[in-house]
């Protein structure tokens, strides 16, 4: 049994090395814009983001991957030793990327690189959603999971919110020109060099009592195993409806939102950059207060009041953005839209951990997560993108809406999460 400073100094780890994945991964995202002419043959800027996107998409597909992967590891051999190796692999991805050239001096070669180092940081992604979930959702007290486990989002905002920030730096110090031809590449040399800081505080953190539970280790023949898995199909349908409305309006209102504030809403690209970071930053705040909130009443209320909001508000939200006119008005559109979201996102890693036992929890939350995320969530930017050229943007609009309103329909008749829940008498 961990102690109390066990217990936070392995939250803290979990969430810093947490928060260093998510930064080289949402690194991606908010230099598109920058590096996109380095790696594509020049054409109209629309096109070019497609390129990148469609890089971004495949590297959702790898998550698959991860998911199984990882949340086999973690589930075999510890969580602690699964969340080490995925941030020394998403290191690696970064690092190929800021030293990979640009198309015009290796020509075919550019692109096929960074699509191999966004394969690379796909897979470990993919792999620590999972195992950072189970674990955060491990060492909490049972009266506080949903506090403790809200910090992975915390953290994954954060990732977010540095990558934006150095953006930020970035644009403030360096002409539009500078950050085209090399600027770009800075970030992802500090992602790779922070992924070391996170691999050290991921080698000296505790491992779970739940995995090192005698009565677990028992159970070694069926642990991580897909097979096991498929016993648990009313958890796994729930994993995945949660995940499908969840990840359409977390990207929707997160990633894609900064390009739609330049490409539909005309602002400068500082000027979305800052109302971007703004909204984030608050985003984030709330997360704890949602999952405490959780802890006193319940998951459910928070999912289904997301599903009713989000089905609701989404097409008016977003249809009032694409006609702002300043970035206050934007701001606040896009905060009311991430407010709405806190429903899923505080509490979703606690509700997917919570509904398997633990010899395959880590199997379980990662990979249905995965493979819902890679079909819905990594192809929201590019089906926004598609619709935006072909004329139909407004399409794009209800596409979100139908997604959370599947959510809505699942989270309405699957019963009480309180009796599902597998974790209460665990160690």
């Known amino acids: ?138 060492v909490a007290t049972a009266n506080r999971r949903g506090f403790y486990s809200s910090f992975q989002y915390v953290t994954l905002i954060g990732g977010q919110l540095i990558a934006l920030g150095v953006q930020l730096v970035l644009q403030l110090s360096l002409s539009e020109q500078q950050l085209q031809r090399w600027g770009w590449r800075i970030p992802f040399v500090a992602g790779a060099l922070l992924s070391v800081v996170a691999l050290y505080l991921r080698s000296t953190m505790a491992e ?64 979305a950059t800052m109302v971007m970071f703004w909204a984030l930053l608050i985003y984030a705040c709330l997360q704890p207060l949602f999952g405490l909130l959780s802890d006193k009443t319940g ?24 006609h702002a006119t300043t970035q206050g008005t934007a701001f606040m559109l896009i905060l009311l839209a991430l407010l709405i979201v806190s429903g899923y996102t505080s509490i979703n890693a606690v509700v997917k951990a919570e509904l398997f036992p633990v010899h ?18 990594g192809t929201a930017e590019a089906v926004a993108l598609a619709l935006k050229k072909a004329g139909h943007e407004s399409w794009f609009y209800w596409y979100v809406t139908g997604c959370i309103f599947i959510s809505l329909c699942v989270f309405i008749f699957m019963g009480s999460l309180s009796k599902l829940t597998r974790m209460d008498d665990e160690p």
């Open 1 to 138: 049994m961990l102690s109390h400073s066990q217990r936070l100094r392995a939250i803290v780890s979990g969430c810093i090395g947490n928060l260093v994945e998510w930064y080289d991964w949402y690194a991606y995202a908010a230099f598109t814009v920058y590096f996109a002419p380095a790696f594509f043959p020049e054409s109209d800027p629309t096109t070019q983001l497609l390129n990148s996107a469609g890089i971004f998409a495949l590297g959702f597909l790898m998550r698959i991957a991860g998911g199984w992967l990882f949340g086999n590891l973690a589930d075999r051999k510890g969580r602690k030793y699964a969340m080490t190796l995925s941030v020394l692999l998403m290191s690696g991805g970064s690092l190929m990327i800021a030293l990979t050239p640009g198309y015009g001096t290796i020509g075919i070669a550019a692109p096929l690189l960074l699509t191999i180092a966004r394969l690379m940081q796909g897979l470990s992604v993919g792999g620590e959603y999972g195992t950072s979930a189970t674990y955060l959702s491990e």
């Open 208 to 271: 779970t009592a739940a995995f090192e539970s005698s009565s677990y280790q028992d159970n070694s023949t069926r642990k991580g195993r897909l097979p096991e898995l498929l016993h648990y199909r009313k958890a796994i349908t729930i994993v995945v409806a949660l995940t499908l409305g969840g990840t359409v309006a977390f990207y929707t209102f997160t990633t894609y939102a900064q390009k739609f504030l330049v490409n539909t809403v005309h602002l400068t690209r500082q000027g």
């Open 299 to 322: 998951r459910k209320p928070l999912l289904i009041g997301f599903g009713i909001m989000g089905t609701l508000c989404t097409v008016p939200l977003l249809t009032a953005l694409s």
């Open 360 to 377: 395959v929890r880590a199997l379980g939350v990662g990979f249905p997560y995965a493979v819902t995320v890679a079909v819905f969530g």
